[in-house]
């Protein structure tokens, strides 16, 4: 058996900054001090007069970007998500959001996975934040594929967008030749008849893990990858849900305001079925290696099969 390769979409996002640098000239990245962690500094050496360092001081840097979007750039704005979302949420949404500017924001070390760095770190509730500013587009990449994919789109999209993307490496489950990305577009992996895994992030992994042990159970799960919370695929998820009638969300994020939220809105208003929303319950985070946070908290494949096998009782 091949060894699963992990990459880290940080990584990611700097390679796929870097990569359609020369594509886009006015592509321009704005930092807040934190080049080499959000992995920006590919950028910065490939292209160092399309670069700029702020310093720390996120919102500032979020003005300067809303005006570089008037002269026609397309500027990145990268921190981790606790500043690039929470810090500086009142100029995201009144700088970029509420003239609809064309400025990307590149999050990354989002979720528990942040690790050692603990909880004033580890941002669980930037999903819920960045899709309650109107217009703004709001993608959370699985794995390194989708992460490229999701910056090249960004690019080319006319608009406000928000990429979350993780700390830690993570198994890349997208190196498919007829892997296609679309912002709007839900993924479907794996059919099923029993029960829809509606995953985002880091968790489509787990999702699979669980569908998985689910089939040896006699269980069959549809796993769908939803890689852009706003605007959510309301058709795959209907569809699957008529299909299965029970539905079960799963982020590296808290369930209130995230993608269970979402799931939920539209289930709610066009087809009522039962929900278990998996995350964090309400709850900080805490400081440890990102792979035994994930497991404590049940977002592994281990933890999300249990979660199901209780829900469906």
């Known amino acids: 058996m091949a060894d699963v390769v992990k990459i880290a979409t940080r990584e990611s996002y700097g390679n796929a900054l870097a990569e359609c640098g020369a594509e886009f000239p006015n592509l321009v990245v704005l930092d807040a001090d934190l080049a080499g962690a959000t992995k920006t500094g590919v950028f910065k050496k490939a292209f160092p007069d399309r670069h700029i360092d702020c310093g720390i001081a996120e919102c500032n840097m979020t003005g300067i970007a809303a005006g570089l979007s008037t002269c026609g750039k397309i500027p990145f704005i990268s921190s981790f998500a606790m500043f690039a979302a929470g810090r500086n949420y009142e100029?995201?949404?009144?700088?970029?959001?509420?003239?609809h500017l064309n400025v990307k924001i590149g999050a990354t070390h989002a979720g528990i996975t942040v690790g050692e760095d603990g909880a004033t770190h580890q941002c669980n509730e930037d999903i819920a934040l960045m899709r309650t500013i109107p217009g703004m587009t709001v993608i959370v990449p699985s794995d390194d594929v989708?992460?490229?994919?999701?910056?090249?789109?960004?690019?080319?999209?006319?608009?406000?967008?928000?990429?979350?993307?993780?700390?830690?490496?993570?198994?890349v489950i997208n190196d498919q030749p007829d892997y296609k990305f679309e912002i709007g577009k839900g993924v479907l992996l794996k059919e099923g008849t029993d029960v829809t895994i509606v995953a985002t992030g880091i968790c489509v992994d787990s999702a699979l893990k669980a569908a998985e042990m689910l089939a040896a159970d006699g269980i069959s799960a549809e796993v769908i990858n939803i890689h852009t919370i706003k605007p959510l695929d309301e058709?795959?998820?209907?569809?699957s849900a008529k299909k299965t009638g029970k539905v079960v969300t799963v982020e590296e994020?808290?369930?209130i305001g995230g993608l269970g939220s979402a799931v939920c809105d539209v289930l709610a208003a066009k087809n009522p079925v039962p929900v278990k929303k998996l995350g964090m319950q309400d709850i900080y985070g805490e400081s440890g290696p990102a792979a035994a946070l994930v497991e404590k908290y049940?977002?592994?494949?281990?933890?999300?099969y249990a979660d199901i096998k209780d829900f469906l009782k």
């Open 91 to 99: 100029q995201v949404r009144n700088s970029i959001g509420y003239p």
């Open 146 to 171: 989708e992460a490229k994919a999701a910056v090249r789109a960004a690019i080319e999209y006319v608009g406000p967008v928000y990429i979350r993307f993780g700390r830690a490496a993570v198994p």
């Open 235 to 239: 058709e795959i998820v209907l569809n």
């Open 253 to 255: 994020h808290s369930v």
């Open 298 to 304: 049940k977002l592994d494949g281990k933890g999300v």
